[in-house]
């Protein structure tokens, strides 16, 4: 098997993050007769910086024709004072909307010698296995909006197909894990949200009745995440409900920095990132978590290129160094961390053993 991959470094602790999980894949290609062909574009800040735009058209293009991206982060205070439009985040949202990526999944696991990375009690992360299914494409974040001297809106819309293709994205997963999703709007104030609660009801009902459905609101799913996150199976939700309760999720695992994602779409490349942002405030530091990237690369390998026992080998590798004591700073609880580069290396290491 061969495979074009094309990596988006992006801004802040992205080159670093990303850099990690790049040797990582390619332990795992050597390892498991992946042949990888990979190649560095430019998204975000650093390719405003460059070519004056967020998503240069090159990028655009080297994407369509790879077999999936891996990307870093982008965003920071560098460009805050550049156009709406010409902001890092502005990439990040338009290559999504060009790829048609509409379904982003987020794993969140717990691991029982991370208990005392999370702020919560151990006897609440038992157990913990989700996978949150983000809408990606659409919502409050690509809606119509304006902003005056004195006053700005931003607007929340959704069609039936916009929902329907992710609670169906959501269902199947459900199906090949413990076969129930929690469908989370806000239905008791939104119309959009009392659409996708419709439109839920319906399809569970005629598609997929051996999957069961549950709906939440969203200032509820927020309470139970933190009170019985183990109850959760498959989560479904809008775009900007699924941003907000990921992070919320994050600290189940223990820190932002552990979380992978996939950004997926009816077919064609996947876009795999860590769930994290750019962190300037570390940046070049060496000090990075670089396992939501490394895991990204796993889901890639699993998503994309139908390698499943090249992916399960990647997070076995990165369990395996969690368990025996690799911690960078964020998890590290009082205990010595290592670096970006050493974490990542040390993942490699166990790959090719």
Not at 25 to 41: H, K, N, P
Not at 86 to 101: S, V
Not at 212 to 230: F, K, N, Y
Not at 250 to 265: D, F, K, T, V
Request: proline share 5%; glycine share 8%.
């Amino acid at each position: 098997m061969s495979a074009r991959i094309v990596v988006l470094p992006g801004d802040g602790v992205g080159p670093e993050v990303t850099t990690a999980a790049v040797e990582v894949l390619r332990a795992a290609g050597d390892r498991f007769g992946i042949e990888l062909r990979i190649e560095e574009a430019l998204i975000g800040g650093a390719a405003y910086d460059v070519a004056g735009s967020p998503l240069p058209d090159e990028t655009l293009a080297a994407c369509r024709e790879a077999d999936a991206v891996l990307l870093g982060a982008v965003g920071g205070p560098n460009w805050a004072n550049v156009p709406v439009d010409k902001r890092p985040e502005a990439g990040l949202l338009a290559i999504r909307k060009a790829l048609g990526l509409f379904a982003n999944l987020r794993p969140v696991r717990t691991l029982p010698f991370l208990a005392d990375a999370s702020p919560l009690k151990p006897e609440k992360l038992a157990n913990v296995d989700i996978m949150v299914v983000r809408e990606l494409t659409g919502g409050i974040y690509f809606g119509k909006r304006q902003r005056t001297e004195k006053a700005a809106f931003d607007t929340c819309e959704y069609t039936v197909e916009e929902i329907e293709r992710v609670l169906r994205a959501a269902a199947k997963l459900a199906r090949a894990r413990r076969g129930k999703v929690t469908s989370v709007d806000k239905a008791n104030v939104l119309d959009t949200s009392r659409l996708w609660r419709d439109t839920a009801t319906r399809i569970f009902a005629d598609e997929f009745p051996d999957v069961t459905l549950e709906h939440l609101l969203v200032d509820a799913a927020a309470m139970h995440l933190l009170s019985r996150p183990a109850d959760f199976d498959v989560i479904v939700t809008e775009n900007m409900f699924g941003d907000i309760l990921t992070d919320e999720a994050s600290m189940l695992a223990g820190s932002m920095g552990l979380l992978p994602s996939a950004s997926l779409g009816e077919s064609g490349v996947g876009l795999y990132e860590p769930i994290h942002g750019s962190a300037p405030d570390i940046a070049g530091q060496d000090v990075a978590n670089p396992c939501g990237a490394i895991l990204s690369a796993a889901m890639l390998l699993r998503h994309s290129l139908g390698a499943e026992d090249a992916a399960a080998a990647v997070e076995r590798a990165v369990i395996e160094c969690l368990e025996a004591g690799l911690r960078t700073r964020d998890i590290a609880a009082g205990k010595d961390a290592v670096g970006t580069r050493a974490f990542g290396a040390a993942v490699a290491d166990r790959l090719r053993a």
